[in-house]
């Protein structure tokens, strides 16, 4: 993580928005053995969004070689009269990732199993090679359908018959973090959406209220409770991401930006009517302003601009925007258009 956190900040810099990864089908078949193995490693896909967050707001990753082996690459890259350089990290055997590339080697070179080629068309192994296949899956848009709660307000609704990529997307989404959950408290809480009754879960820092046919997703307010943040100081004019789930902007000096929780009491008749349209479990999660001279709290979008970033960060997760233009302004601050939701009705 700490790598794409760098190429994250450098492709910011030089505000690019695609990222070109050379990533090969070695790379897809080395990945099994290590997720064989225990390792949470996600899978490669040919167009997903940056891992890094928030440092990857807005940056997508692009693999055109997933078709391709590795020997394949380098035979090109000699026949150009280019040269590249070999991280010696991946051959070393402490590491996952070097026990899985030996254990891939052709037999005599290290292990028993041959090199694994990908269809690019179809994704399958060819025939006679490993297994592994390059993972194809559903967007995932039918399971969150279009939510009667406000938009932009960082809530999810999902069906209870989600599937696993889905439901983890959105709960890493609501929760604000960079980890998606584990995958044996994944399967535990599909388990558990998949019986009828209703009930109530944390994972990811998000919570989870299951009723009938569908699951609302929040942000977790216990966590604001329990481990109260620091107020985080805004500079004037300059967008700042709070709690992972918004993007914060103000025009004067002296303000900085806190929970709702514990501070609703405190707010203003209009901001506490706004509160008032959100579900419960939603309100304390929202920011709110607090100035140093002891101003009363306001709601972030009364005082300022607050954006929520759940909604358009869920629909890159989930494939929603599969060309470049799709982005839109995303690096740059713009409120999201909602891509996600937009068409939800007609699935």
Not at 16 to 23: K, Q
Request: overall charge neutral; some cysteine.
């Amino acid at each position: 993580m700490a790598r794409h956190r760098l190429i994250a900040g450098a492709a910011r810099e030089a505000g690019a928005r695609v990222l070109l990864f050379a990533h090969t089908a070695d790379d897809i078949a080395e990945g099994e053995v290590m997720r064989a193995e225990g390792s949470t490693l996600g899978r490669l896909r040919d167009w997903s969004p940056s891992p890094a967050w928030p440092e990857g707001r807005g940056l997508m990753l692009l693999r055109p070689m997933l078709g391709a082996g590795r020997a394949e690459a380098r035979a090109w890259l000699e026949g150009q009269g280019a040269n590249w350089i070999d991280d010696p990290a991946n051959e070393d055997l402490k590491y996952a990732r070097g026990r899985a590339r030996v254990s891939l080697l052709p037999l005599g070179e290290g292990g028993p199993k041959g090199r694994m080629r990908v269809d690019r068309a179809s994704g399958e192994a060819a025939p006679g090679r490993s297994t592994h296949t390059l993972s194809r899956k559903d967007d995932g848009c039918a399971a969150v359908p279009l939510s009667p709660l406000p938009m932009g307000e960082g809530t999810l609704i999902v069906d209870r018959a989600t599937d696993a990529h889905t439901l983890a997307a959105a709960l890493v989404c609501v929760g604000g973090g960079d980890r998606p959950p584990r995958g044996d408290r994944l399967s535990a809480l599909l388990t558990r959406l998949r019986s009828p009754e209703p009930f109530t879960a944390t994972l990811s820092g998000a919570r989870i209220s299951a009723e009938e046919d569908h699951a609302l997703i929040t942000r977790e307010v216990g966590e604001f409770t329990r481990r109260p943040p620091p107020p985080l100081p805004l500079s004037p004019g300059v967008e700042t991401v709070w709690d992972g789930r918004w993007a914060v902007t103000v025009a004067e000096p002296g303000w900085s930006v806190v929970p709702a929780a514990g501070r609703m009491a405190a707010l203003s008749d209009a901001d506490r009517a706004t509160l008032k349209a959100l579900p419960p479990a939603a309100r304390g999660s929202l920011p709110v302003l607090i100035r140093h001279d002891g101003t009363a709290p306001v709601l972030a979008g009364t005082a300022g601009r607050a954006t929520s970033l759940v909604e358009e960060r869920l629909a890159l997760a989930l494939d929603r925007m599969t060309h470049e233009r799709d982005l839109g302004d995303a690096l740059h601050g713009a409120s999201p258009r909602n891509p996600l939701f937009s068409d939800a009705d007609s699935h």
